[in-house]
């Protein structure tokens, strides 16, 4: 099973994807786009011009959708951590997942939250959060959403532990996949 934990930067689902490694009863992994794109050499990445840091970006990206699933191929639970904030993202994902049971979670936080945690970082430019809510949730469609703005880590964690330990219906990326692809999945 995969996890599919989509929201904003500073939205909490790091946090959450620690929580969830606790709660769960079996062993998962913990995969996130920022720890993938730390393994890049980052200075280097930086001192690129426009297109071609972009192009290093969108490719370290798609080989993090193709690294989440060999590890799911490979017969191992995922928890993905991830910023769906350009539509090309979400349709690679639903092609490089196809046939593995991803189950998406949209992760939310108010805006002023959003800021709040930026400048308590210290390592994000505040408002750049608040700017991605639109083109993160665009796509509109969840199995199951948390709030990280009214629960705490842990207690969004145990609600996807308790929607995930019921019987299975037709998964959000189906239906995604579905209107992609001009049909409906129904």
């Not at 145990?158 to 239906?175: L, N, Q, Y």
Request: charged letters at 30%; proline letters at 5%.
């Amino acid at each position: 099973m995969i996890i599919f934990l989509n929201g904003t930067s500073s939205s909490g689902k790091s946090s959450i994807a620690r929580e969830l490694l606790e709660e769960l009863d079996t062993p998962y992994f913990h995969m996130s786009v920022d720890a993938f794109g730390a393994m890049r050499a980052v200075g280097r990445t930086l001192e690129l011009d426009g297109p071609a840091q972009r192009e290093v970006l969108r490719r370290t990206r798609a080989g993090f959708h193709r690294a989440v699933a060999g590890m799911a191929l490979a017969g191992n639970d995922v928890v993905v951590d991830h910023v769906l904030s350009e539509p090309w993202r979400l349709r690679d994902c639903l092609d490089v997942l196809e046939g593995l049971d991803v189950v998406l979670v949209g992760v939310h936080c108010p805006p002023e939250e959003l800021e709040r945690r930026e400048r308590a970082r210290g390592d994000r430019t505040p408002g750049h959060a608040a700017a991605q809510l639109r083109s993160v949730h665009e796509h509109g469609l969840y199995d199951f959403e948390v709030d990280t703005g009214r629960n705490s880590p842990r207690e969004c964690a145990r609600a996807i532990k308790r929607f995930i330990s019921r019987p299975v219906t037709r998964r959000a990326f189906d239906e995604l996949r579905g209107r992609a692809r001009g049909h409906d999945p129904s």
